[in-house]
């Protein structure tokens, strides 16, 4: 990298992120929360690899073609992790290549709130390219070692780590962010109280009131193995996690805006708003 872990605060703040999101990804898919804990290392993947052979992605952002993340893991820990996932789905037996899509899957999920980060740190929405399957970078030579341990008996796991890296153009647009616009100024000698009787007049929010956004009402979830789900036929009932009472969840782009009650207007469904989620709480129906 062009700067170390050491100097390099909102790198490392980024790593931590992404690996507090890659444990939540494998809880919910696995029941299982790892434990999760890295630290910066320095030299050439064979010194680090312990003679082990890593599985690379290489995820880039949209932000700049040449800003990505790599990361690698010795087939003992993406084929566990993988096989873990599917048997939790309920299948007895997983194929080797069935454990990699998966654990291509689960970095998946992991680096997009990789994205949302160095969005929050560039002040503008950034998400993730195709990634893919590539060898690595052989100019890197800083990481994240990244331990992952999961409460089982199994001890297949010991000594294995993931390695990962920023490259030198994500880690210099992360490290310099630009400053947050701030609120202009009132003009000289006019009243500092804002006019709040007259519109606010910007272009780009002109354009996103007439941006079309999915609204869907949640009125429960269940889990099921995957040998339960098969077994559905016309006339299953799926008991959801929600009592008759309780209020139903308004989501906007998947996100949680609301609760409220069901109603119906002129014979259709509607929703009456009792209820306007708070910021944390939106925030946490995003992760």
């Known amino acids: 990298m062009s700067c170390s872990w050491k100097d390099a605060e909102n790198a490392r703040s980024l790593v931590d992120r992404w ?26 993947v064979s010194d680090l690899g312990g003679g082990q052979e890593f599985l690379w992605w290489e995820q880039p952002f949209q932000i700049d073609p040449q800003a990505a993340i790599w990361i690698g893991a010795p087939q003992s820990s993406w084929e566990y992790a993988g096989a873990l996932t599917l048997k939790a789905a309920g299948l007895e037996t997983v194929e080797t290549q069935e454990a990699k899509n998966t654990w291509f899957e689960i970095l998946g999920q992991s680096l997009a709130v990789v994205a949302r980060s160095i969005g929050s740190l560039l002040h503008r929405e950034v998400t993730t ?7 690595v970078d052989p100019s890197l030579n800083e990481w994240a070692a990244v331990t992952l341990a999961f409460p089982t008996p199994d001890t297949t796991q010991a000594g294995s780590r993931l ?19 701030e609120a202009a100024a009132p003009p000289p000698g006019g009243d500092s109280v804002p006019d709040t009787s007259a519109p606010l007049q910007s272009h780009t929010m002109d354009l996103l009131l007439d ?6 009402i949640s009125f429960g979830k269940a889990r099921l193995p995957m040998k339960e789900v098969l077994k559905l036929t016309t006339g299953s009932i799926v008991e959801l996690n929600r ?11 998947q996100c949680l805006i609301a609760r409220g009650e069901v109603v ?3 014979g259709n469904y509607g929703i009456r708003i009792q209820h306007i989620v708070s910021r944390q709480d939106r925030l946490r129906s995003l992760r």
């Open 19 to 44: 690996v507090e999101s890659l444990a939540q990804v494998l809880e919910s898919m696995t029941d299982q929360r790892p434990g999760v804990r890295w630290e910066p290392v320095a030299g050439s």
């Open 129 to 135: 390219e195709n990634g893919g399957e590539r060898p």
């Open 163 to 181: 390695l990962v890296a920023l490259n030198p153009r994500l880690v210099a647009l992360i490290s310099a962010p630009p400053a947050e616009p």
């Open 211 to 216: 941006v079309d956004l999915p609204v869907s």
């Open 243 to 253: 009592s008759l009472d309780d209020p139903v969840e308004v989501l906007v782009n």
């Open 264 to 266: 119906v207007v002129e």
